[in-house]
Every structure is written in C-alpha cells, then in structure tokens.
C-alpha cells in the first residue's frame, strides 16, 4: 500500500485592494452572500497608488501565482488622481514582465468600487480560474534566473 | 585635445573655475577614467580621445557641493544627464561651466577585442580609421566598427546645454534605437525568458551599472544595507538581489537618458540598456514621446497622467 502525494495546485493570490472602494467591494461582496475563492489574500492599502511596483515583484517573489490590484475607477479616487499614477505604472510594470517572458494572465488592474461587490466577486473568481490555467509560477522567483 | 587643455588651463589660471571635470589617462591605452584637476600642472595628464565615453554628468552633484565652479566637458549625449540632474536639483547649474567637446562616437575596447585583436598597446584615430599597435603586430580597423552599441544609436550632434562649444561633432546613428527590444517582443515568452535568463545570469551583482548611472543619483539606495560601516555595501537582502535588474531598471523609468553608461561598464557584458529602452519605448508608444533630458522643465512621464490614459490591460491586447 503506499501512499499518493497530493500534488493538486493551490494557487497563492494576492489582491491589493484600495481602502476607500475595492476593500468595501469586498466587503459588500461579502455582506452579499457572493463567494470569491480562498486562495485569493487580500491587502488593504490607503489607495491603489500605494502600491509600489516591488510589492507586486516581491509578492511574486515570495511565491504569489498572481496579483491583482483593485482601485476607485479613475475619476473617483478618494485623493483625485492617484489611480491615474498607478495606471500609468502598472502598465509599465505589465509590460516589462510581459517582456521578460512572463505569463500575462498573472498580473492584472481592476477598478472596484464600493458598490460593486458583485463586480469584485466576479472578478476574482475569473481571476483564479486564469490562474489554475496558467498553473505555478516559477519565473518570477529570480528574475536574475538563478536556481 | 590640445585645444580643450589649453582652454582648460586658461580658465583655471584666470581664476574662473577652481577645478576641471575631465579625463585623464588610465592604466591601459583603452581605458582613460574621469577626473578632477585642480592646476594648470595636473592638466599635463588630461586625454580625451575616442575611449572617453564616460559621462561626467553624474560628477557634478559632488562638485556642487565644492567652493568655486567646475568646468565640465560633456558630448552632446550627455548633456541630456546633466539636464536631467538640473531638473531633480541635484545639480547646481552656476557651479558648473559646460563646455561642450566635439565627438565622433566612442569606441569599445570590447568591439576591437571582438575582431581578433589581442594585446592592444596603443591606439591612433586617424580618420575613419584606427591603428592599433599589438604586441603581435600593427593593425588597421575601421572606426565604425569599434563603436559601443550606444553610438549605433546616436541621439544627435546638439549640445542640449551649454556655456562654449568646443570641437565638431558627427551623428554616428546607423541602426533603429528600437530594433534590438522590438526584436525581443516579437519572441514568444519562453524564448523571452529563455534570452533573459542567458543574460542576467552572468550578473555578479557588482552594481557598476547603478553607481554609474547619472539618473541613480539618491543617497540612500534600496541596494545598500543598512547594517553597519563595511556591511553597508552589501547587498540588502535575496528581494532586492532576485529582482535587481527589474527594480533597476524601474527606478530610473522616465528619468534615464538611454545614455548607455550601465551597458558600457558592465563586465559581464549584459544588454542592460534593453531594460531601459523597453520603458522607453513604452513611454513613447503610450504616452506621446519624451526625451528625458532635453530640456530641464517638461514633467516626466510618471510624475505626470491624462484621464484617458491606456488601461495597463492594453499589454495583454498588444499581444
């Protein structure tokens, strides 16, 4: 008789949500009764513009299979305009990791307002589900590709 | 050169500047390094000849912290650097006097190595062509084929910034700037990743590349420890390490020059500017060009937005 490893794949994913609308989309996706997957850790930052692009390197770093980061859509931010920097940092960001060779599908921007706990909801489980296709991430643990 | 020494001496004896930013002769013919000058004596060692690519932009902001001006010679692509630094106020533009040398593209020790020539003992410009003596030998080369990858792509004879002009310079851009990181988007992402990991993993971590660059200007950087004294200098910890080139390469996004320094000293010969120029090309592509550096006012790129700026999921539609 032996004993078979579990080798099923459990995605690790990071989301790091704005204080003001996407951690209160969650929050109404919660009060909702709308499920989202477990494997999704949430990370409330004072706006999404707080999101350095290292946090994103280092969550990947720390075995992350994907991030995603969640803002006011562009236009309400609770400070103006901080989303309108991290659009324009994070598509930097994307591109650069879709230049090194990788995958798209594991970094992604999406704008949540406190209303749309459905929205949030939705996202996230499509989301994880790209992420159980495109399975473990192993490039971004040393982008100097050492072993 | 003669002239520049001349000029230089001038000035220093007329009392207008207290020191020289220039070159002075290295070790090896191929290898001249940046230094001060502070008499008309110390000159005597000054060169400037075609291994002079170093950028001494990135020496003004300790010399703005000295008495008195520094006269500064800067090729045309440097003086973007030094409009840069003006702009951060890292520099300080009444403590420098520019005086803008001419240059025909600089040549890399490393391109002459390439075609067979060993043991390189002196090197003469003679026009288009290059002479080099060897301990095998006299050869004759062409100019053009010595240059560093960064003449290729020439960003222009202007001086951006100056107080004289001294000397001609020529255009010396034969190649598409973009050619290179086109060429690498259009792989599929494991040959990406394949291409990358050949090259970053000759890296030993030395960082040349961040200590030369004129837009790594911070006192404090991510990449030293904070530990104590000697310990300070080591790496901060795996993140920084594992990630450095990114981080690197994102630090200076919107604000590097594509002068080419981090490629040219790099000893293990990595293609660093392919980082750099990807951002680059990003920024034009996406947010209507920009030179960083060719005037010390307009707003970088990541400082700055428009409300209808590309949503970063426009990577994904590019393909």
């Given amino acids: 008789m032996s004993i078979e490893a579990k080798t099923e794949f459990k995605p690790k994913i990071v989301a790091f949500c704005c204080n003001w609308c996407s951690y209160a989309g969650a929050d109404l996706a919660g009060s909702s ?21 290292m946090f994103i390197l280092r969550a990947f770093e720390k075995g992350a299979d994907g991030v995603i980061l969640c803002g006011c859509h562009p236009g309400d931010c609770h400070y103006s305009t901080g989303n309108y920097y991290a659009r324009r940092r994070m598509t ?25 706990g459905m929205k949030f909801s939705a996202t996230m489980n499509e989301f994880v589900e790209k992420i159980y296709s495109l399975g473990e ?8 590709c050492r072993n | 050169m003669q ?46 000849n075609g291994f002079c690519g170093a950028n001494l932009s990135k020496y003004m902001i300790e010399a703005s912290k000295l008495e008195g001006k520094t006269l500064i010679f800067l090729k045309p692509c440097d003086t973007y650097s030094f409009n840069q630094l003006l702009k951060e106020h890292r520099i300080d533009r009444d403590k420098a006097w520019i005086v803008g040398v001419g240059c025909h593209g600089k040549l890399d020790a490393e391109q002459i190595r390439c075609q067979g020539i060993k043991g390189i003992e002196a090197v003469t410009e003679a026009g288009a062509q290059l002479q ?58 494991e040959e990406k ?4 990991q050949k090259e970053l993993s000759k890296c030993i971590r030395c960082n040349a590349c961040r200590n030369v660059c004129p837009a790594c200007s911070c006192r404090k950087c991510v990449f030293d420890s904070n530990k104590f004294d000697s310990a300070q200098k080591a790496n901060v910890d795996s993140f920084e390490e594992k990630m450095f080139h990114i981080i690197r390469a994102f630090h200076v996004a919107g604000r590097c020059t594509d002068c080419g320094e981090c490629s040219r000293v790099c000893p293990q010969g990595i293609p660093l500017h392919l980082f750099n120029r990807k951002f680059i090309k990003d920024i034009d592509e996406l947010y209507g060009e920009f030179k960083a550096g060719e005037d010390a006012e307009a707003k970088g790129p990541l400082t700055d937005f428009t409300f209808d700026d590309a949503e970063p999921g426009i ?5």
Avoid at chain 1, 41 to 47: G, L
Avoid at chain 1, 97 to 109: A, C, P, S
Avoid at chain 2, 161 to 174: A, R, V
Avoid at chain 2, 193 to 196: D, I, M, P, Q
Wanted: proline content about 4%.
């Fill in chain 2, 193 to 196: 990743f394949a291409f990358f």
């Fill in chain 2, 315 to 319: 990577v994904a539609e590019r393909g």
């Fill in chain 1, 137 to 144: 991430n192993v490039r971004l643990g040393d982008l100097r």
């Fill in chain 1, 92 to 116: 930097l960001l994307f591109s650069m990791l879709d230049y090194l060779g990788v995958e798209q599908g594991r970094t992604r921007v999406e704008w949540v307002s406190a209303a749309e």
């Fill in chain 1, 33 to 53: 009764r709308l499920g989202y997957p477990a494997d999704v850790k949430i990370i409330r930052v004072p706006c999404s513009c707080r999101v350095n692009p």
């Fill in chain 2, 3 to 48: 002239e520049l020494v001349n000029h230089a001496k001038e000035l220093l004896t007329s009392g207008s500047v207290a020191r020289v930013l220039g070159w002075k002769t290295g070790d090896l013919p191929y290898n001249p390094e940046p230094a001060y000058f502070d008499s008309a004596e110390a000159l005597e060692e000054f060169v400037y």
């Fill in chain 2, 132 to 189: 080099i003596q060897t301990f095998y030998g006299d050869r004759t080369i062409d100019y053009s084929s010595a240059l560093l990858e960064r003449c290729h792509v020439c960003k222009g004879k202007e001086h951006q910034i100056y107080d004289e002009l001294i000397g001609e310079s020529e255009e010396t851009n034969d190649e598409e700037r973009f050619s290179q990181v086109a060429g690498i988007e259009q792989l599929n992402p």
